[in-house]
């Protein structure tokens, strides 16, 4: 320890810390390596862990471990946050110019800078401590978001120099951003694991700020960059540039391609400069954005109800070309949604070939009344599928006929039902395009893991005819394999010791591996825990649904057959609702799923997590604030399959309080009460089996969204 003591010594580690993240995040210019940041960083864990009294709440360790919220608190902006006027013709712009000059004579300036397309936020410091962050929401006010904010790292908790400089109040706007290569992870990770992915950047930053448990902010790639004060309790400074100066002094982000204009000739510049690179940039812009440079001018034209008079959004034209519609072709997915793709003639947007593109469902394409053989317009406003905007008019051209569903499924014949807008095929198992699509899902990495089984050999093992129902899968020999073209007999007898060793499997894996309408891979795991054999999940569906056929024979009200339908029992388990317990009930009902599942059964052995043992039978146990080696709800997910009841609150009841880092109001209960309060390693012991079992930890988190604070 150094002199001076663990005091001393946190104060020196919290400011190297936030030193290194500074350099790291906001300069890009790391002067240590990411090993010495995580010594640095663990030391000051280790420190502030057996001295709980050192913990600040700025102290770098303080991100992420804030217990979810159960809602947004409301509140009102320190100022109001208006829009901007804008537009993507040069003319308003060179009036806005002229309304400035009117009004406050040759002599002025002007700031130009990117216009950020991210999610815009007020950031509040008092005194140098961030001490609240609020979504735009109405303008007036929004949602706070402050436990989220923290989990970004380039947003200091506290301000640089703080003692010295910061005003007692400072309130800044800001624009939350992902980078395009972070997002495209982003969606690639979501995707892998069954859920919708983000449809641009922009919705991404948005999205993953509105969630209310800060982890999973905390797992999601933000960044911010900030660009206005709001208000200031103290002199303002004189202009734009001497704002973005005090900004970068104060240590937060601020965009490094802002720069002074000086009229419309200096914005036009700025402006094709930027889109000329528009595409080579990191983060999604959709314009520039000018404001005058005297912040007193700023006052003196003044403002509207929504927008200042002092700054104009110039907005970039969305990435449009003009292409042929080549030919339309209906597409089978793995659950039997039939969904038009436009193939088209080749053409570059924003810096990537495109030629397909997603024309959702039939009514969309009569309403745009788009045929083969059309030239349309397509668009990429950061979306990842471009779009078919409209139809270009050809005056004396022929065209093509209205484009139609087909009747009958393009991959295996069977006649196609409408849903609303979509088109399904009901052929579930069959149909070869579902058969391929559910075979590969089967295998996929969160499903049975079968390494060698992706796209192509699913296509392939149908295409061929080798597996006619999912089932068949198991029965595959290497002998039938290295008939196939492309398998020899090295690959084919791998694949078939990967099948061979996918008999046996986690219960989850099996259940999210069935493909069951909206049961993803977390879905899949709640309902492996709560009814801990497959056996029993299907029965408790199965009583669902007699109890809902039995409601309808009796009563006519088809909605009150509805509600039955609901499934009780499975709505007992975590995150399932309604919507999605019908959704299952009705899959898991059909007979043709009951027989595949049946086969399946009769193939796999789904294991059980660990059956609850009487270890810790008959303890009440409440978790609060963050765990290191694992998130509250893998804890409290091991607590459970031991035998012990996790609760929510604090009673006289409970056995043990297990507090983990910023513990909160219930520890406060605890204390009161006066139940024994745990630490982590408390809790290790206690699932390790007893007293006598202090050491190892348990692995890990390996949930994503449960990631800690990590070095950079
Ligand atoms: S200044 C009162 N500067 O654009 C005007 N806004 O369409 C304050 N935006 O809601 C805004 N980059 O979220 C300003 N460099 C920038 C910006 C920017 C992006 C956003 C902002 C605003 C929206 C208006």
Known sequence: MSPGGPERRARELRRALRHHSYLYYVRNQPEISDERFDELFRELKALEASHPKLVTPDSPTQRVGAEP??????????????????????????????????ALGDDIGYVVEPKLDGASIELVYESGRLSRAVTRGDGIRGEGVTENIRTIHSVPLRLRAADRDAPPLLALRAE???????FEALNARLLESDRPPFANPRNAAAGSLRQLDPRITAARPLDIYVYDILAIDGRPPPTQQATLEALREWGLPVNDRCRPAADVGAILAFQAEIEECRDDLEYEIDGIVIKLDDIAARDEVGETSHHPRWAFAFKFPPRKEVTRLLHIFPSVGR??????????????????????????????VARKD???????????????IPQVLERIEEPGRERAEPWVM???????????????????????????????????????????DIEGLGEETANLLVREGVIGRVPELFDLDAATLMELEGFAEKSATNLVGAIHAARTTELARFIYGLGIPEVGVTVAR???SHFLSFEAFREAAAAAAAAAAAEASEASEASEAAEAAEGKALQEVDGIGPRMAEEIIAFLARPEVSKVVDELRARVEPVPPPRAGDTLAGLRIVLTGGLESMSR????????????????????????????????????????????????????????????????????ASDPTASDQTAP
Not at 176 to 182: F, K, L, Q, T
Not at 337 to 357: D, K, N
């Open 69 to 102: 919220l159960d809602a947004f608190e409301t509140i009102e902006h320190t100022a109001p946050m208006l829009s901007l006027d804008s537009s993507a013709d040069v003319e308003p712009l060179e009036r806005f110019d002229e309304r400035m000059r009117k």
């Open 176 to 182: 939350v951003i992902m980078r395009v290569g972070d």
């Open 335 to 364: 659950t039997g949604v039939v969904t038009p793709i436009a193939f088209m003639r080749p053409v570059e947007l924003g810096g990537v070939t495109v030629s397909r593109a997603n024309l959702h469902n039939r009514e969309e």
């Open 370 to 384: 788009i045929r083969e053989g059309d030239r349309v317009r397509v668009q990429r406003a950061g979306d990842v």
């Open 406 to 448: 087909p009747a009958e499924c393009p991959s295996c014949g069977t006649a196609l039902e409408p849903r609303g807008p979509y088109t399904f095929c009901p052929n579930l198992f069959a149909c070869p395009a579902q058969l391929a699509g559910r075979i590969q899902h089967l295998g996929s990495r969160h499903a049975l």
């Open 526 to 528: 709640e309902l492996a």
């Open 633 to 700: 709800s893998e804890a409290g997910k091991k607590l459970e399959a031991l035998g012990a009841k996790v609760t929510s609150s604090v009673s006289k009841q409970t056995s043990y309080v297990v507090a983990g880092e910023n513990p909160g109001r219930k520890l406060e209960r605890a204390q009161t009460l006066g139940v024994e309060i745990l630490d982590e390693a408390g809790l290790l012991a206690l699932l390790s089996g007893g007293p006598g079992a202090l050491s190892a930890p348990d692995e890990p």
